[in-house]
């Protein structure tokens, strides 16, 4: 039977506009995905289509509307931030900004023992200090850096911090929303390498999201495609690449860069054309019509469906039946 270790079912996250009545920004509406454990599913799409607050939804920063969070089968939508202590250890974020995520007043030692205090663990502040010591070795820092603060290190660096804090609870499954994107191209691949070798080593579970869909397909067995809120596509990695069915995937993909100058200058680039509508007032019916080459009368007014059109594939399209 497969495992999954997390389940995510119809889960709602609207923000009310700060003075515009009634109004609310649609950031997630009505998305389900689920993870097997051990695997990584990379979540991509456009900025401003809700990934992050989803993230932050399923982590329980902010509080859903409606819908599952489940963990290891259990739903932890509605618990109380009481309740929730003893899920905060099984699921921990890397964030995107290693510059905004660390607080400067705090020694990097402070930063990556804080869970240890709110968890009570190590009996002893000296078993805590052995608990860092032993994490950022693993993360590639040395003991000498514990004292020191987070502005005195470069961005890759930072991200460690980030990975030391994120790992030193031994969580089950890692949020890590963009956790690359503020990082020099150089030290990219560091990171995710690191990640990876962290991932192969503890059975880790991955919701990866970024923009950057080479690097999503680089690292996720599952993909999952967002559009304002809502999930569009959804299948294994391999299969999303070498058979796209929803219109949006298909430009994302081919005005993705092309990996050499050959296949670039082969690849006819059809562009996603204009710009993500509003979510606070989402089009009616598909809300890719407005930049849809494929739309007709139907998708203006009635939404597709996620549907499976393969085996495992999913996608939300009129035009697939
Ligand atoms: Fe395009 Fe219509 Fe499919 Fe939406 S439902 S992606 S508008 S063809």
Redesign the pocket.
Known sequence: MDDYILEVKNLVKHFPVKGGGRKVVHAVDGVSLRIKRGATLGLVGESGCGKSTLARTIIRIYDPDSGEILIGGRNIANLSQRQLKPVRKKIQMIFQDPFASLNARMTVKDIIAEPLRVHRIGATKREQDELVYEILAKVGLERAHANRYAHEFSGGQRQRIGIARSLILHPEIIICDEPISALDVSIQAQVVNMLFAFQRELRLTYLFIAHDLSMIRYVSDDVGVMYLGKI?ELSSGDELYKNPR???TQGLIQSAPAANPEAARKKKSIPIEGDIPSPISPPP????????????P???T?E?ELKETGAGHWA?????G
């Open positions: 569009v929803h219109p949006y019916g598909c809300r890719f019509h407005t930049r849809c080459k494929y739309a007709a139907r998708c203006k009635e597709p939300a399209c009129h035009l697939l």
